[in-house]
């Protein structure tokens, strides 16, 4: 790989990593958007990793395209960034979908691009509108009016068999069907039904041809086969000329509110060697790395890493930290890169909590790591709580105030002997039940019972020096909820939202659609659920009885990330 200076576009001050074909007559011309401005997308690097695997295809041409700045000018039009041509001039518009706050920004983009919002309404002359990414994987419906086709699976293993199978000389229903039935992973919306009971849940969804009636995720069982980094750098992200690494897929630990630990399930490592491979690329480009994963800290090979990295100008980051995982080469790596503020996610005040949602590590690490990274140099922590978690009491609630008073009075004691004293950001975040993991049956909390339990621990921590508290807003959480637990009959609070200009306000007042029955209602066990037709490998039974686990408060070892029967995803057909 080589280093080529970047497109024409000045405002984004790029530089590629490779070469990027600049187009053909034969080729397939694919405009990858993702729905939200510039810096959120090209710090994602999912994106990006689509980005140069579509580009490395013989026969393919992809560009890129954002939400733009301004979305309220009349003219405003969405064109990529590598051409300036509008994207509905290309063969496949490719939406890259991370989180569900972003499906209103998807309609704008339809709309901005002069493309009918619903895949039904679209002929011969439109694109083909296909989407991917994890939001995706999680549940699809509430965007499946909009879509043509959903990609559930790894990219580097389906992209090529998606590429394979597109034939722009047949009908648009005739190449769907190819794709359905050739392609592990798509979903063709429009080739499914869903019929409801009288009380609103699923009585069943189910295939309307020859088609597969479960949609198998694909994914990589070796990751040494693939490396996967960063194929642009810019300053012009949150990871400001930061050349990303990631390290793994999944997690072990299985927290129960947290779908990449099942999603991406079996959790899989990369060997050292190809992280030693990518690293010897990037730091030819700037000496920033930064190392991601759902469980970073948890690499086996992290003394290699130090080793490696031990004394030469790299400056690293970490996307997640557990505070059980911070061995003194770790430190060491975060005190010579020169990182200010690390990150600890206790996720709930009392060990109560933290079994109920398998968090796996008690107040006394919590502490030890408080007190082991302002030894190493690292002045300033941040706190990652979450409120409104099933089973959680006001003594909950209370528990997260006094938890981070004890790690403010360890954080000060070490502090006073490092002669500097840095800052606490307590970060308050609404609990959201996810698919395909244990929470998926439960209720969300109220907007008035979050807002009162943020008061509360706002209050308390109110006094204490040097300790911030940052809120998320519960009706964004609550917007969040009914998308990521909703079925196809939210695609019509979507298309009134579009219509009345993102006024969500409006929009709830005025649906005939009780967003509450996906966000605030308590599932049965029993209930068909509107991502049901997802087979991600880990069993509903599973599922189930973790969460029972959950309610008696019972703990669950890690994966042991070696075949086994437990959650289904090992087993082999």
Known sequence: MVLKAGKSNKKYAESEIGTIRKGCRECIRIALVYPNKYHVGMSNLGFQTVYHLLNNIENVVCERAFLPDTTDLPGARITTIESGKQISDFDIISFSISFENDYPNLLTILKKANIPLHSSDRGTPHPLVIAGGV??????????????????GEAELMLPQFIDSFDNNISRRSL????????????????????????????????????PAKIRRTYIEDLSRVSTCSSIITPHTTFDNTFLIETGRGCPHGCRFCSAGYIYRPPRFRPFPVIEKCLKQGILLTNKIGLVGAAVSDFPEIKELYDYVNNKDIRLSFSSLR????????????????????????????????????????????????????AGGIPNLKLYFMIGLPTETMDDVEAVIKLCKKIKQQFLTVSRSMKRIGEITVS??????????????????????????????????????????????????????????????????????????????????????NPDFYA??????????????????????FLKHEYKKALDGKKTSPCPMESCSVCGVCKKD
């Open 135 to 152: 939001a995706c994987f999680l549940n699809p419906e509430p965007v499946s009016s909009f879509i043509d086709c959903f990609l559930i």
């Open 176 to 211: 769907l069907k190819n794709i359905a039935r050739k392609v592990s992973g798509a979903y063709v919306p429009a080739f499914y039904e869903s019929t409801y009971n009288k009380d609103g849940t699923i009585r069943s969804f189910e295939p309307l041809l020859d088609v």
């Open 323 to 374: 505070a059980d995982s911070l061995c003194p080469e770790l430190i060491s790596l975060l005190r010579q890169s020169k990182v200010k503020t690390a990150t600890i996610a206790p996720d709930a005040g009392s060990e109560r909590m933290r079994r109920v949602i398998n968090k796996g590590i008690t107040e006394e690490e919590i502490l030890n790591a408080t007190e082991a990274l302002v």
């Open 428 to 513: 308050l975040n609404s609990f959201v039940p996810k698919p395909f993991t244990p929470f998926q049956w439960t209720a969300m909390d109220d907007e008035q019972t979050l807002k009162k339990k943020i008061k509360r621990i706002k209050h308390g921590l109110k006094k204490v020096a040097n300790i911030r508290v940052h809120v998320d807003i519960p009706r964004w959480a609550f917007i969040q909820a009914m998308f990521s637990r909703g079925d196809r009959r939210i695609s019509g609070i979507l298309t009134l939202a579009n219509e009345n200009q993102g006024n969500w306000a409006q929009t709830l007042k005025e649906t005939l659609i």
């Open 520 to 541: 605030l209602r308590e599932r049965s066990l029993d209930e068909l659920l509107p991502w049901d037709f997802i087979d991600h490998g880990v069993t509903k039974s």
